[in-house]
């Protein structure tokens, strides 16, 4: 029987790669050791579709790390959903070969893999086969959306997505590499600290150093520079500032490639790095963009064009904005008049007694009897003040099934400032490895230019406390006598980077749940205690809310509906402009 059902894998395996001339190392089977006819199918349709080869060598390299069988897992996910895509067309019956295996998978339940973070991921997916929309978690639903590779990606491609996501979402650390003859410098380069860069860095660093101590310069790693020389401290000293200087580059590379060209030079930034990424941040970077790319360097990453993703998000926000026009012309004049109220009440006229100005006959006897000359009553305008708005977009990959409705909610907010003649400032952050990436789409002398808030997209994760802190410092250097913070997002931060010193496990210390929220609350509340109101506009599910409150208390709007958008929003920007 067993004979029997390996015999029937194999040829399921060899009719869906359509090629009998190897050997299937091994095949799938149910609990009851019968060929599972999809899953196998999968197995063939990779060699069929992709460079198999160049996969099994991908594989035979995570092997090097203790958790090969983890990412591995993560890897056929993807697989299967690019090979579905890829082979629906000419099977139709796989439709209903795929809900079957699903619907199967999920009453059978799941095997307890390395961190049940992969079972949760595997589970999600197949519900999502099915047409559900399960509650997962922040770290499950940003792994997942990037896990659903496209049928028209090519072996490279695949490849390349598949070691960004490691490389993004897990952390590297001495416990994930396996013992060699260099492993006393394993545990030398690594430190007892997260290294935070990813595979390719770190082959970088210990190739550098086994250069070093082999003094042999033959060895020296691609994009390295050699060193002079010298049995001296100090040289020791420069080919390591040498060596870092250079890894920071490559990152640097790297995320420019992926959201566009800093708008500030590296000393800028690194200035304002040492203000802001210390304590929970202390390992963090900051990146400032436009989203603005050097076209000599697109479209060299993952074999795409990151500036291409932006200008088909931004078409799918304006279509979803015009396909809603009439509904958003009128949430843009209503929410006007409520803003154009509010300041009107703060301009109101009152008199004040004074000794100057119309005489108050009513008052004349206070001179007499009480030698007060203020018998005059003179005008006094209440005047809120010179006023600006920052808008702060959370732009994580948690975000991707509602980009377009951000987009127009940001668009609607600034446009009713801007008719307000109120300075508005409009940036995205998310957070990509070390780097949160703060995205300018419009700053607050560019009154015309609401339509680049459109370029608005997200991917990544969310340091939401770095976020904050770096949108309070900004608006500081701002001339205005008042400011105001409005956030949209979903009020749950996630970085598998983690909290700085807190150890390795990223399920237990990643920036997430209580770590993530405890910071961000932290750093709302120091906002406001320097003067600046700070309000959210909610823009996450029903199991987010708890923790959105716990960060904005009552300065929290959730929009129920598109059509209770500028009253919800217009009472939460009048209650705080009233507090100024």
Same mark, same amino acid.
């Given at each position: 029987?067993?004979?029997?059902?390996?015999?029937?894998?194999?040829?399921?395996?060899?009719?869906?790669?359509?090629?009998?001339?190897?050997?299937?190392?091994?095949?799938?089977?149910?609990? =009851?050791g019968k060929a599972d006819l999809y899953w196998n199918y999968i197995l063939g349709a990779v060699r069929r579709y992709y460079d198999y080869p160049q996969?099994?060598?991908?594989?035979?390299?995570?092997?090097?790390?203790?958790?090969?069988? !983890?990412?591995?897992?993560?890897?056929?996910?993807?697989?299967?959903?690019?090979?579905?895509?890829?082979?629906?067309?000419?099977?139709?019956? +796989?439709?209903?070969?795929?809900?079957?295996?699903?619907?199967?998978f999920l009453a059978n339940g799941f095997e307890p893999a390395f961190y049940y973070l992969?079972?949760?991921?595997?589970? $999600?997916?197949?519900?999502? /086969?099915?047409?559900?929309?399960?509650?997962?978690?922040?770290?499950?639903?940003?792994? +997942?959306?990037?896990?659903?590779?496209?049928?028209?990606?090519?072996?490279?491609?695949?490849? #390349?997505?598949?070691?960004?996501?490691?490389?993004?979402?897990?952390?590297?650390?001495?416990?994930?590499?396996?013992?060699?003859? !260099?492993?006393?410098?394993?545990?030398?380069?690594?430190?007892?600290?997260?290294?935070?860069?990813?595979?390719?860095?770190?082959?970088?660093?210990?190739?550098?150093?086994?250069?070093?101590?082999?003094?042999?310069?033959?060895?020296?790693?691609?994009?390295?520079?050699?060193?002079?020389?010298?049995?001296?401290?100090?040289?020791?000293?420069?080919?390591?500032?040498?060596?870092?200087?250079?890894?920071?580059?490559?990152?640097?590379?790297?995320?420019? =490639?992926?959201?566009?060209?800093?708008?500030?030079?590296?000393?800028?930034?690194?200035?304002?790095?040492?203000?802001?990424?210390?304590?929970?941040?202390?390992?963090?970077?900051?990146? !400032?963009?436009?989203?603005?790319?050097?076209?000599?360097?697109?479209?060299?990453?993952?074999?795409?064009?990151?500036?291409?993703? /932006?200008?088909?998000?931004?078409?799918? =926000?304006?279509?979803?904005?015009?396909?809603?026009? $009439?509904?958003?012309?009128?949430?843009?004049?209503?929410?006007?008049?409520?803003?154009?109220?509010?300041?009107?009440?703060?301009?109101?006229?009152?008199?004040?007694?004074?000794?100057?100005?119309?005489?108050?006959?009513?008052?004349?006897?206070?001179?007499?009897?009480?030698?007060?000359?203020?018998?005059?009553?003179?005008?006094?305008?209440?005047?809120?003040?010179?006023?600006?708005?920052?808008? @702060?977009?959370?732009?994580?990959?948690?975000?991707?099934?509602?980009?377009?409705?951000? #987009?127009?909610? #940001?668009?609607?907010?600034?446009?009713?400032?801007?008719?307000?003649?109120?300075?508005?400032?409009?940036?995205?952050?998310?957070?990509?490895?070390?780097?949160?990436?703060?995205?300018?789409?419009?700053?607050?002398?560019?009154?015309?230019?609401?339509?680049?808030?459109? =370029?608005?997209?997200?991917?990544?994760?969310?340091?939401?406390?770095?976020?904050?802190?770096? #949108?309070?410092?900004?608006?500081?250097?701002?001339?205005?006598?008042?400011?105001?913070?409005?956030?949209?997002?979903?009020?749950?931060?996630?970085?598998?980077?983690?909290?700085?010193?807190?150890?390795?496990?990223?399920?237990?210390?990643?920036?997430?749940?209580?770590?993530?929220?405890?910071?961000?609350?932290?750093?709302?509340?120091?906002?406001?205690?320097?003067?600046?109101?700070?309000?959210?506009?909610?823009?996450?599910?029903?199991?987010?809310?708890?923790?959105?409150?716990?960060?904005?208390?009552?300065?929290?709007?959730?929009?129920?509906?598109?059509?209770? !958008?500028?009253?919800? /929003?217009?009472?939460?920007?009048?209650?705080? +402009?009233?507090? @100024?």
């Amino acid at each position: 029987m067993i004979s029997n059902e390996k015999q029937r894998a194999a040829n399921i395996i060899w009719n869906a790669a359509q090629d009998y001339s190897f050997q299937p190392e091994s095949g799938a089977f149910d609990r =009851n050791g019968k060929a599972d006819l999809y899953w196998n199918y999968i197995l063939g349709a990779v060699r069929r579709y992709y460079d198999y080869p160049q996969i099994e060598a991908f594989f035979h390299a995570l092997k090097r790390g203790r958790d090969y069988e !983890f990412y591995e897992s993560l890897t056929w996910i993807g697989l299967e959903n690019a090979c579905y895509e890829k082979g629906r067309t000419e099977r139709p019956i +796989l439709q209903d070969l795929r809900q079957g295996y699903a619907q199967k998978f999920l009453a059978n339940g799941f095997e307890p893999a390395f961190y049940y973070l992969v079972g949760e991921i595997k589970k $999600a997916h197949f519900q999502h /086969v099915l047409g559900q929309e399960p509650p997962m978690r922040e770290q499950v639903a940003v792994i +997942l959306t990037d896990l659903q590779f496209d049928g028209a990606m090519d072996t490279d491609q695949i490849i #390349a997505r598949m070691t960004e996501i490691i490389d993004t979402y897990f952390v590297f650390s001495s416990s994930k590499i396996k013992k060699s003859p !260099f492993d006393f410098l394993d545990r030398l380069l690594l430190g007892g600290q997260h290294f935070s860069g990813g595979r390719n860095e770190f082959r970088l660093v210990r190739r550098f150093f086994l250069k070093q101590f082999k003094n042999d310069d033959s060895g020296a790693a691609e994009g390295i520079q050699p060193v002079a020389k010298n049995n001296g401290l100090d040289t020791k000293k420069s080919w390591w500032i040498n060596f870092s200087g250079q890894i920071k580059e490559i990152k640097r590379d790297e995320i420019q =490639n992926l959201f566009g060209r800093s708008i500030l030079s590296e000393s800028q930034t690194s200035a304002i790095e040492q203000i802001l990424c210390v304590g929970n941040h202390q390992n963090c970077r900051l990146h !400032f963009t436009r989203g603005e790319f050097d076209p000599a360097e697109t479209g060299k990453k993952n074999g795409a064009d990151p500036k291409n993703k /932006v200008f088909k998000q931004r078409k799918s =926000n304006q279509s979803y904005y015009q396909k809603n026009l $009439a509904r958003n012309h009128t949430s843009i004049t209503r929410l006007t008049d409520k803003i154009k109220n509010t300041l009107l009440l703060n301009l109101e006229t009152t008199f004040v007694r004074s000794e100057s100005g119309r005489l108050a006959t009513g008052k004349i006897w206070r001179t007499c009897y009480l030698d007060d000359s203020r018998v005059f009553l003179k005008e006094q305008k209440n005047e809120i003040g010179s006023l600006s708005v920052d808008l @702060l977009l959370d732009a994580s990959g948690s975000q991707q099934n509602r980009q377009e409705i951000i #987009a127009t909610e #940001a668009y609607i907010i600034a446009e009713s400032l801007t008719r307000c003649q109120i300075p508005v400032s409009v940036y995205s952050f998310c957070t990509r490895n070390v780097y949160t990436v703060i995205n300018l789409l419009r700053d607050y002398d560019e009154s015309g230019k609401n339509e680049r808030i459109f =370029n608005y997209h997200a991917s990544g994760c969310n340091r939401d406390g770095l976020a904050v802190r770096t #949108a309070i410092h900004r608006m500081k250097k701002t001339p205005s006598e008042h400011k105001l913070l409005i956030i949209l997002s979903d009020g749950k931060p996630l970085d598998p980077q983690g909290i700085a010193g807190n150890g390795y496990n990223p399920d237990e210390f990643a920036y997430a749940d209580s770590l993530g929220v405890n910071d961000v609350a932290a750093e709302v509340n120091q906002g406001r205690q320097q003067g600046i109101p700070i309000i959210c506009i909610f823009t996450g599910l029903d199991e987010d809310l708890p923790a959105a409150k716990k960060i904005y208390g009552h300065n929290l709007a959730r929009i129920h509906s598109p059509e209770k !958008f500028a009253d919800v /929003v217009g009472v939460l920007i009048r209650n705080m +402009l009233n507090s @100024l």
